[in-house]
């Protein structure tokens, strides 16, 4: 199998009809250390979020269990990434995320945040350090992956289109967020 070989048959496919295809061949295949990293960063960054980060330290999740926050996290978007949200594991993966996040009261606009960085982060990360650039295939597949998955967490008000959607991020990031202005 050549480099390029699994990109050439993701810019085979439709992001829109094969998102949990091609994100399991990027995930897997062509970006695995890449993902992972970018991933951590993405969850790092909704820490930072002042709601987010209170509702942890009034939980305990930071103080007494920020490794198994941590593990059941990448466990969970693992079994999207590698199964998509369709199948059993799928299922039992966002049921699980329902039923850990359902105990708290979240608000739309955290949740939101948290989706947007799981699709942009990956893409940020990518562009500064990936072995190549990923393609628009990858990126939108991303982005429909991931709203897909919101929606069936019922988060409300996803941003239609993956521009909108990064706006939205982009916004959060300079008005919310002065950390992350860079």
């Given at each position: ?35 992972t ?12 979020v002042?709601?987010?980060s ?5 939980t305990?999740e ?52 948290v ?30 992956l ?5 929606q ?10 993956y ?7 982009h916004?959060l ?8 202005r860079?």
């Amino acid at each position: 199998m050549g480099r390029y070989d699994i990109l050439h048959r993701i810019q085979q496919l439709d992001p829109v009809l094969d998102h949990c295809q091609i994100y399991h061949l990027m995930s897997g295949y062509e970006f695995p250390w890449e993902m992972t990293r970018s991933l951590e960063m993405a969850l790092m960054r909704t820490f930072c979020v002042p709601t987010i980060s209170a509702l942890l330290d009034k939980t305990g999740e930071f103080k007494h269990r920020p490794q198994k926050r941590y593990d059941d996290t990448g466990l969970l978007t693992a079994e999207i990434s590698k199964w998509g949200y369709n199948s059993e594991r799928g299922l039992q993966a966002i049921e699980r995320m329902n039923a850990i996040h359902r105990r708290f009261n979240i608000c739309n606009e955290d949740f939101l945040y948290v989706l947007s960085t799981f699709i942009y982060e990956p893409i940020r990360w990518n562009s500064r350090f990936g072995w190549r650039l990923m393609c628009e295939q990858e990126r939108l597949a991303s982005f429909y992956l991931w709203r897909e998955v919101g929606q069936r967490m019922h988060i409300q008000d996803i941003p239609e289109t993956y521009e909108d959607f990064e706006r939205y991020n982009h916004q959060l990031r300079a008005t919310a967020l002065p950390l992350f202005r860079q």
